[in-house]
Structures are given as C-alpha cells and as structure tokens.
C-alpha cells in the first residue's frame, strides 16, 4: 500500500498517508473540482492557528527562509506543478514489466539477496540517502545518526526494503486465495468488527514490512480497501498497476480525485492512507519518537468531516514470510476544532511509533522525517501549544489541506 517514490513512481500504494471531493473519473482532478469544493478552499478560517501557521510557513518555505529549504519543505504529489516528460513514459512501463516478469520467475529467494545487494550498492553511493535515513534512525535510537547502531538499522532498512520491491513485483502474479494467505487471521476479526461499527474506516500505516500485502490480504477477505495514490508520475504505468490491484480488489484512488476519496467513506468501506512520507512544515505538529515533527491533517480532518473511525494498523513481516497486522485502539475525531486535530493526529503518531520500535529493521523510508533546524522544532511546538489552547472554533480548512 505505499512504496518509495523510486520504484513505482506513479503507483505505489497509498495505504495511507499520507485525506481528500472532482469528478467521478480516474482522470479527475483540482481543476475538475465542484463549486462546493472550490468555497471550502475559498472559506480558509483566517483566525485558525492552524491555518495562519500554514500561509506562513509557505511563504517562508517558497522563499528559502531556513537557507536550506529543500531539506524542509517536500511538495506532496498533489502540490507538484510538473509531470514527468511523456517521452520516458513508455521506456519506464516496458522497464517495470520487464523488471517484474524476471523477479517473477526467479527462486525468490535468490531475487532477495541479488535485490538486497544491489539496496545495500544504493546505500553507499547515494550519500544523501543515506544521511536522511541514518537520522531517522538515529531518533528512533535516540543516539547520533553517526552513532553505528543507527548505521545497522539504515542498512537493515535498505536490505527490507528489496524484499518488499520483490514481493512487490512477484504480488500480481498471486490469485485471491494466496494472497489471502499473506496476513495472518489473528487480527482480522478485530479490524472486521471496527470495521462493522464504523461509518467509514480510516486505516493508516506507516512504510512499515510490507502494506501491499496488508492491502490484498485485507480485500481477499472480502474487506471493501481503497487507497491514495500518487499519480503524478506516468499515466500508463499508474493504469497498469490499477488493473493490477483491482485483481485482489483494491482500487487505486488518484492523489486528487477527492470526490472518490469522500465517496470510499460515505459507502463505509476502508480507505488506506499512509502518513510518514517525510516532513512537510505545514502538517500537524507531533511528538514522533523523541522530537518534534509534522504529520499530515488529512486524516483527522477526514475522520472529524465524515463520522470515520481513524485505525492505525501495525503490519510485520514474520519469519516465514507471511505478515501479522493487528490494529491499534481506533481514534475517533469529534470536530476539525485545531485543539481536537492536534489530539487525533498525536494519537495516530504514538500508534505508529509502537509499531515502528517493535520491528525497526522493517522501517523503510528514504526521506528526512524529522527537521533538522532546531529553531524548526522550536516552532512547532509553539504552534502545538497553540492549537492545544484553540477548542471553541472550527479550523475550516481547504480541501488540499486535508490532503496529506
């Protein structure tokens, strides 16, 4: 359900992150977007602090006011102004397929070690990578990113991240009753009865094992999943990997088709959202670990909006393969006040965090999630404590806002 952006730029599986009403259409997006939706973006509370804090750190952020901006500010797929050219469209689809056809008819166990060299090749020759990944891993810790315990998991991480590519790549070629199989049933029953009592089901998880797998395993067992996706990339290849999930009954939702997003919710189905895809200064204030960091509104704003139940889901990947998903106590979202936000976004961040400390060596992810200028964490707890004060009013947030 998500995948680093260099894998399968347009289609990895949102399961996840990182909310969101345009057309009913696998094509819609802002410019398609109805009158209502175009007044919610146009009614911003201009007293919210939530809201005052975003203009404002778009504003610094547009005009580099940290110096090094582009370590702070990273543009959700939705936020992009420009696509990929067309002409590396085909060459990157005939890539993928051929890509996938070899990992699928090698022994996998042989795919994962080739694949888990090459992982470790990126590691040393892609230095900013690595430096991202060992401070992450460094709060996680609680030591210095130099500090070598932070090194091991960063390469632990990497080695986890092409088994989850290969099983990636070798998940079309499974039917229903296999992939069924991938998640263990202890937790099912559980997340089948959230499910039942919720008036739509917010599932969100982290670059955690393998959310593919979570994802297939859930609708083979007649579990109605949706999840965001980033499309921002290539079409065809969005469209193929689309059809693919739709085998094991996922869809595929595009980053701006709100109105599918909405729709998922008001039939009480599941939608997914992954929400640690690296730090964005206008997100949600949290505690993460041990340091100050954003998470996107999208899915609190959702949850408050809709009557949905906000799920996180903590997934694992056992020795023998299959995965173990269990969810944790399910957050429910009383109004977008900026004090109740703060509330739910928190809860979600010290779920996710759990699940991350139990297996650290099956977090992936290739991007800072921490600022790393003081003065940044210093703001954001300001702004917590302002949101924290702020219980009487209604952040009335713009629709991008809910996005992750």
């Not at 070690?113 to 401070?135: C, E, F, I, Q, S």
């Not at 599941?270 to 670990?289: A, C, E, N, Q």
């Not at 009013?393 to 713009?398: F, V």
Request: glycine share 10%; aromatic share 8%.
């Amino acid at each position: 359900m998500a995948s680093e952006e260099g894998l399968a730029t347009g289609g990895a599986l949102r399961l996840g992150e990182p909310g969101h009403p345009p057309a009913q259409g696998p094509a819609a997006d802002a410019g398609d977007a109805t009158q209502a939706e175009r007044t919610i973006a146009r009614t911003a509370e201009p007293a919210s602090p939530a809201a005052l804090a975003r203009r404002r750190v778009r504003a610094e952020t547009n005009g580099g006011a940290n110096g090094n901006g582009a370590a702070h500010a990273l543009d959700a797929p939705h936020r992009r102004q420009e696509r990929r050219p067309r002409i590396h469209e085909g060459p990157a689809v005939h890539a993928y397929r051929g890509f996938a056809w070899l990992v699928g008819h090698l022994p996998a166990r042989l795919a994962w070690t080739v694949g888990g060299w090459v992982a470790l090749a990126g590691y040393v020759l892609w230095p900013t990578k690595r430096r991202w990944v060992r401070a992450n891993f460094g709060h996680v810790l609680g030591v210095p990113a130099s500090d070598p315990a932070a090194g091991r998991l960063a390469r632990a991480a990497y080695w986890t991240y092409a088994r989850y590519v290969v099983e990636l790549l070798r998940l079309p070629g499974l039917d229903r009753r296999h992939a069924a199989d991938l998640v263990m049933a202890d937790g099912l029953e559980r997340f089948k009865e959230l499910v039942a009592e919720s008036r739509g089901t917010i599932v969100v998880v982290a670059h955690l094992a393998n959310n593919e797998a979570l994802g297939a395993g859930l609708a083979s067992h007649g579990l109605p999943v949706s999840v965001v996706a980033d499309d921002t990339a290539y079409d065809e290849l969005f469209d193929l990997l689309r059809r693919q999930r739709a085998v094991w009954g996922v869809q595929l939702i595009p980053w701006r088709n709100l109105r599918a997003v909405y729709g998922v919710l008001r039939r009480r189905e599941i939608l997914g959202l992954l929400v640690d895809w690296g730090y964005r200064p206008d997100g949600i204030p949290v505690r993460f670990f041990d340091a100050w960091t954003t998470l996107p509104a999208g899915p609190a704003v959702l949850a408050a909006r809709n009557g949905a139940t906000i799920v996180p889901v903590l997934v694992r990947r056992e020795e023998d393969g299959r995965f173990r998903a269990w969810p944790a106590e399910p957050i429910r979202v009383a109004s977008t006040a900026p004090a109740e936000l703060l509330r739910a976004t928190q809860a979600i961040a010290d779920e996710l965090a759990a699940g991350i400390a139990a297996v650290p060596e099956q977090w992936y992810i290739f991007k800072p999630i921490w600022p790393d200028d003081p003065a940044e964490a210093e703001r954001l707890e300001r702004l917590a404590g302002q949101m924290a004060a702020d219980r009487g009013g209604e952040a009335r947030a713009g629709a991008e806002a809910a996005l992750p």
